[in-house]
C-alpha cells in the first residue's frame, strides 16, 4: 500500500522567462500545496543562446519589428540573470502564499538534458508542455517533445488547464496495463486523485475478460484502504486515438501513463501529448 | 398735601380667579398653547400661504415664547393639505463622470427606479458571466484567436521554413528572435564557421541579412494584427453583452416609458454595459498561460475581481436622493444643525489604499432638499454661527436650485464632482431673536429681498379679566400636555402674578410661555416631594424661592458687603447732599437691585453739573443727558435771570462698573437740592426716578428689582418703619412686588412713596416743604425752594463780586 505523500516528496518545476512557465509554476505550486511537499524551481538557462552569442554574424530582430544588435555572451548573461531573479521572487511569493517550504536552482545547458537529469533525483518533474517555440504556439514545445522520447521518473506535461483541473477537481484518469511502470503510474496517481478531488478511473487495456479481472484485482489490491472512489473502466483498442477518447468520454483531465505502455502502440508518446488537449504524467520507474 | 405711601394691594396686585369656579385646572378644558400671537400668526400665514419669490417669513421675538412650536404648528397644518413633492434621484453621467446627472420624478417613482435598477444590475450581474462562460461564446472567441494565432504564426513560419532550407534557425533570445546558421539541429560553433569556405561564409551572411529583413516585415504586421484581433473580439463582446442586456433594459424602459429623462439615462446604461462590461468577466484580456498565476497572486479574479465588477456596476446604481414615499403632505423639516453641508448636501468619501474618492452614489441630500416642495425652518443664530451657512442659503435661495458643495469647494484645485443642481421651490423660515433681526436687516442688503415676511412674536399680554381667564386655561393646556399634577386655582393664580412679574408689569403678562412652564414644572416637582396630589400655590411660591435661591450668590455677595459697611449706605439719619439711588444688576437670567451712595457738592463755579462717572468714563451717553438736564432744570427753576453760577459734582460712590441710564437722575437733583439748600436727606429713602427739565419725574425699568434691593438691605439691618423708595408715579402700575414686601408695607415697616415731581421728592426726602413762588417771585421763606434760590443767588453775586475789575484779581 501507498500513503499519501510517499511517493512524491519532492515537486521540481522547469521554469524560463516564458509565459508557459508561469501557469506551470502556478500548477507546481498548487499541487505541491496539495501534497505537502516542497517545491523546487529550476530556472534553465538554454545554451543554445550563448551559442548564438559565439557568432558574430547573428541577426537579430526585436519584437517590435525593428532590427537590433546582434548578442553578446554579457548581454545574454544579463538578460538571463534578471529573468531568474524574476521568476525566483515570483517562486517565492507564490510558495508563501501556499505557506510552501521552497527552494530554487539555476542550471545552464540543454533544456531537455537538464530536465531529465533532475527528473532523475526528484519525485515529479512539471514541465510546460507547450513550452514555446518561435512558431506553433499551443502545440507541443521543443523541449517536452525531446523529453517525452525518453522520459525519466515522473514528468508531468502540464498545460493551462492542469492550473484548472487542480482547482475544480475532477477525474484523474490511469492507465493500468501490467506494464513495469504501471504500478508507480497507479500509486502516482492515486496520491494525486486523493489530494484533489478523490475521483480516480483506472483504464484497463484487457485482452480478454481474464485478463481484465486480473488487472482489476491488481489495481484493486494496489489501492486498498484508500479513501477512493474507483472506477475500472476497459479501454477497447490501442494507439493515442483510444487514449485520447477514453480519457475525453469519462471527463478526464488529467492523464497518468506509464514510459513505454504498450497502449499507445506504434506510436510516440509525443503523439499523445500532442493530440490530448489535457496534462499528462509519465512515469518511468527505471 | 404730603404724599402718601402705597397701600399694600397696590404692590402686588393680586390675580383673582374665584369667578371660573375651579377648584385644579383638572376642571378646566384649556386647549390652546398660545395667547395673545395674533399678529405674528397672520404674518406666518400670510408668508407660508404666498409662493412668490423671496415671500420667505423670519419669526422674531422672544426665546420661550413658543415661536418654533407654533410655526411648526401652523406650516404642519398648511403642509398636510398639500401635494407630496417629488422624488429626486442622481445618476451616473457617462459623457462627464465628474457631473452626476439628477432626475425628478413622480413621487414614489424614485423608489421604483432604484429598486428596477437594483433588479437590472443583479440580472445582469449573473447574465452577462453566463453568456461569457457558454460554449458558444469560447468558441467564437477561440475562432477569433486561433485566426490571429494562425495568421502570426503563418507569418514567421515562412521565415522559419526559410531559414530552415538555408540551414539558418530562429531562435527566441530575451531581447527578440535571432537568425543564426545551424548544422543539424545545433548552432554552428564560431571555429566550424571559420572553416568553412569563403564564399559558404558570404552566402550565409547574405542569407541572413535577407531572412532578417522578412522577419522584420513579419514582425510589422504584428500590432496592426493584435489592434485587429482586439477590435474584432470587442465587436464579438459587443454583440454578446447586448444580447444579454437589450431585452432587460427594453422591459425596463417600457415601464419608465413616460419620464422621458428615465429613458434616456437607460438607454446610456445600455450603451455603457454594452461598451464596458465584458472585461470584467473575462479572467484576462490576454488568458493567456500566467492569467493562472495571477489568479494564484490575487491579482485577478477571486474577490478583487468580484470587487472591480461591484465598482464597476456601481455607476449603474440609482441614488435616492430625496425619498418622499412616506410623506403625506409637503414636508416640513427642521434643521436644527444647519452647517453647510447639513443644508445643501455633501458628497461623502470612501478611504481606497490611502486615498479619499468619492461618486454620484456618496452624494447625500441636505436639509434644502428634504424641504423642497415644502417648509423648511431654521434657528437664525445657529444658522449665522455656522461658517459659510447663511451665504449658502442666501445663494441658493436667489439661484432657485441647490448645489451640492463643499464649505471650500473652488479654493483647492482638486477634482471633485459637481452635480447638477436641484431646482428648488421650498419656503424658508428662519426663527430668531428681534436683534438679529434687525441687525440682519440693517446689514444685509439682501436680507430684505429673501425674508419679506417678519412675524413679530409679542412679548407680553394686557393683564385684563379676558385674559387672565384664557391665561388660566393656557397653564390648564400646559399643565395637561407636561403630564403634570393638576393645578389648584391658588397655585394658578400664583402663576398668573409671576408671569406679570416677568413682564416687570403689574398690567401685563408675559408672553414668554416657556418660562410659565418651566416654573410650573419646577412646583410640580416641589409638590410631589411633598407628596401632594395637586400642584399648590405653596409650591409655586418655594419655586420661585428656590429659583431665587439659586441664581443670587452675587447678590448676597453684594449684601453682604453692605451689611460689614465695606460698601457705605445708610439706612437711618439724614445728610446733606448724600441720598441712596438704585441700581439694577443683570447677572444671567437673574436681576437684582442694590442701593448706590449718590453724593452732591456744590461751590461757585459758571454754571455747571460736573458728573464725575462721565469724566473718568465711567458713565454712560444716557447717564449724562440725565445730568444735563439738571444744570437746565437748575438754571429755570432757580436763576432764570441771573448766571447759574455754580459747580456742582456729582458722584457714585463706590461704583467702579461703569453707570449708564438715567433712572438716577432725579436722585441726583434731590443730592444737589439738598447740598445747595444745605438741608439733610433721609437715608431711609432710596430713590429711583428720571427727571425732565421741568421737574416732572419720570418712569424707569427694573422697578420692582431695585425696591427689594434696598428692602433687603433695610431688612438686613433691622426694619424701622422709617424706611421705603421714592418712585414715579408712572411706575406704580409696574409694581410686582415680592410678599414680604407686601407684608411689611402692610404693617407699616416699609413704605413705597410715589412721587410725580421734585417737590413731591424733596418734602418726602427732607420734611420740609419745598415751597411756591409767591406774588413777590420769590419762593415762600424756610421752604426747600427758597433755600436753594438764596444759595443760588448768593452764589451769583459772589461771581459777579470776582468779575469786576480791580476786585479780586489785583495782586
Redesign the interface.
Known sequence: MTELGRTIERVLVALD?S??S??????A??LAARLHVQLVGLFIEDA??F??A???????????????P??DVE??ER??RA?AGVMRR?LE??AQ?HHLSWSFQTARGRASAEILASASHSDLVIL?K?T???????SLGATARVVAERPRGAILFS??RL??VLGEGGAIVVVFDGSANAPRALALAADLAQAGSGELIILTPAKDEHDAQRLHDEAGASLSGRPLRVYHRICTGAGCTALVNATLSHQGNLLVIGAGSPVLGAESLADLLERLHSPVLVVDQA | MPTRPLPPDVLRPRCDLSAMGFTTTAELSGTSDVLGQDRAFEAIEFGIGMRERGYNVFVLGPTSAGRHRHVLRLVEARAAGERAPSDWVYVHNFDQSHRPRVIELPCRMGTRLKRDVAQLIEDLRTGIPAIFESDDYRNRRQLIDQEF?ER??AA??QV?QEAATRQIA????????????RRGQ?????EE?QRLPEEE?KR??GD??E??RR???S??H?PQWDKERRERIRGLNREVTKYAVTYQIMALRASHMEFADVVSYLDSVEADIIEHSAPMFLESEAE??????Q????RHGGEEGGRARHLQFRRYEVNLLVDNQHLKGAPVVHEDNPTVPNLVGRAEHQAELGALLTDFTLLRSGALHRANGGYLILDAEKLLMQPYSWEQLKRTLFAREIRIEAPMQGYFATVTLEPEPIALDAKIILVGDRRTYYLLAQLDPEFENLFKVAADFEDELPRDSATVERYAGLIASLATNAKVRPVERAAVERLIEESSRAAGDAERLTARIGQVRDLLLEANHLAGLAKRDTVAAEDVRKAVELRIRRADRIRERSLEQIHRGTVLIDTDGAKVGTINGLSVMQVGGFAFGRPTRITARVRLGRGEVVDIEREVDLGGPTHSKGVLILSSYLGARYAPDRPLSLRASLVFEQSYGGVDGDSASSTELYAILSALADVPIRQGIAVTGSVNQNGEVQAIGGVNEKIEGFFDVCRQRGLTGAQGVMVPEANVKHLMLREDIVEAGRAGRFSIYPVVNIDQGIEILTGKPAGERGADGRFSEGTINRLVEDRLIALAEARRHFAEPGDGARP
Open positions: 522567462a509565459t508557459e508561469h501557469a506551470a509554476l502556478a500548477a505550486a498548487n543554445k543562446l551559442d548564438i559565439q557568432l558574430s554574424m547573428v541577426r537579430q530582430v526585436s519584437f517590435t519589428g525593428e532590427p537590433s546582434a548578442p548581454s545574454i538578460s538571463l529573468q515570483t511569493t507564490v502564499s510546460g507547450t514555446p517555440s518561435v512558431t506553433r504556439r499551443g498545460d493551462p492550473q484548472r | 494565432r502570426h504564426d514567421l513560419q522559419e530562429l531562435v527566441r533570445t530575451p531581447n527578440g528572435l535571432a537568425l543564426a546558421p545545433e548552432i554552428i560553433t564560431p564557421f561564409r550565409i551572411e541572413l541579412e531572412l532578417q522577419l522584420q516585415e514582425l510589422r504584428m493567456g498561460p500566467a492569467a493562472a498565476l489568479a494564484m497572486l490575487g
